[in-house]
Nanobody
Framework: VQLQASGGGSVQPGGSLRLSCQASGFIIDIKDMGWYRQAPGKERELVASITVRGGTTYPDSVRGRFSISRDNAQNTLYLQMNSLRPEDTAVYYC???????????????WGQGTLVTVSS
């Protein structure tokens, strides 16, 4: 299974972006999915996560501004980002817990990053 993230770009403070993450390949089952970000010189951090049934988690830094959602039928994950701030500038990564029949277990799969730049 591969994850392909898209939707990054440059935006002014206060602007919005919507990220997408499309899963493809031989998909048997996907459980929790999430978005992480990594700013230059900083560790990767959780931005939002969502369970199969739609339960969501956000850190205080983005709660109320970001919204995660998923389309299970299309195996797609979204992140709507509003009221963007310069400190939101980072490379954003999606991940998913995917069933791998090779291991008869769920494994964490990462997509490639998509750069979000918030600057005036």
């Amino acid at each position: 299974v591969q994850l392909q993230a898209s939707g990054g770009g440059s935006v002014q403070p206060g602007g919005s972006l919507r990220l997408s993450c499309q899963a493809s390949g031989f998909i048997i089952d996907i459980k929790d999915m999430g978005w992480y970000r990594q700013a230059p010189g900083k560790e990767r951090e959780l931005v939002a996560s969502i369970t199969v049934r739609g339960g969501t988690t956000y850190p205080d830094s983005v709660r109320g501004r970001f919204s995660i959602s998923r389309d299970n039928a299309q195996n797609t994950l979204y992140l709507q980002m509003n009221s963007l701030r310069p400190e939101d500038t980072a490379v954003y990564y999606c991940n998913a817990k995917v069933y791998d029949p090779s291991y008869s277990a769920y494994v964490i799969t990462w997509g490639q990053g998509t750069l979000v730049t918030v600057s005036s």
